[in-house]
C-alpha cells in the first residue's frame, strides 16, 4: 500500500501542476505541450496507484499501455459485477486516452492542441479521482 500512496501523491503533484500551467499569462504553443504532457504522467502515476492497491503490481515495462490491461482487471467502489466492471473500463479507457497524447506531448514536434489539452486534463482527473476513491476505501 506504501507504492499505491506515493504513486498518488505523485499524481495529484503532477495534475495540481499541469492545472497551475494554465494560469500562466502565456500559455498556449510549447506551455500546451508541456500541460498535456504533465497530465499524461498523473495518468499513469494514478493508474500505478490503482493497481498496486487492488492488484498488489504495477506495470513496470517500457510500453506504457500494459498499464491498461491491468486496469481492465481492477474492481473497486460500491456496486455489483456489473457497475464495477464498467468502472475499470472507464478508468482504462481514460488510461488509453492519455496515453494516445503522450508521444506528441513528450516527443513531438508539433505543439498540442488546447483540445487535446482538454482531453489529457479530464483523463488525469478521472483516473486521480478514482485513485483517491480505491485508497480512501481498500
Do not use: F
Not at 506504501?2 to 497551475?20: F, H
Request: hydrophobic fraction near 45%; glycine fraction near 8%; aromatic fraction near 2%.
Amino acid at each position: 500500500m506504501k507504492e499505491a500512496r506515493a504513486r498518488l501523491q505523485q499524481a495529484v503533484a503532477y495534475l495540481r501542476l499541469a492545472g497551475s500551467a494554465a494560469e500562466e499569462p502565456e500559455g498556449g504553443g510549447r506551455l500546451d505541450s508541456a500541460r498535456a504532457g504533465t497530465a499524461v504522467l498523473a495518468a499513469i502515476a494514478a493508474s500505478d496507484a490503482i493497481c498496486c492497491a487492488l492488484l498488489h503490481q504495477r506495470a513496470r515495462g517500457q510500453d506504457h499501455r500494459e498499464a491498461i490491461a491491468l486496469l481492465e482487471i481492477a474492481r473497486w467502489g460500491p456496486g455489483d459485477k456489473d457497475i464495477k466492471t464498467d468502472r475499470a473500463r472507464r478508468a482504462s479507457r481514460a488510461l488509453a486516452e492519455a496515453l494516445g497524447i503522450k508521444d506528441q506531448a513528450h516527443y513531438g514536434i508539433e505543439v498540442i492542441g488546447a483540445g487535446q489539452v482538454k482531453r489529457a486534463m479530464r483523463a488525469a482527473q478521472l483516473l486521480v479521482d478514482a485513485a483517491e476513491e480505491v485508497l480512501a476505501n481498500p
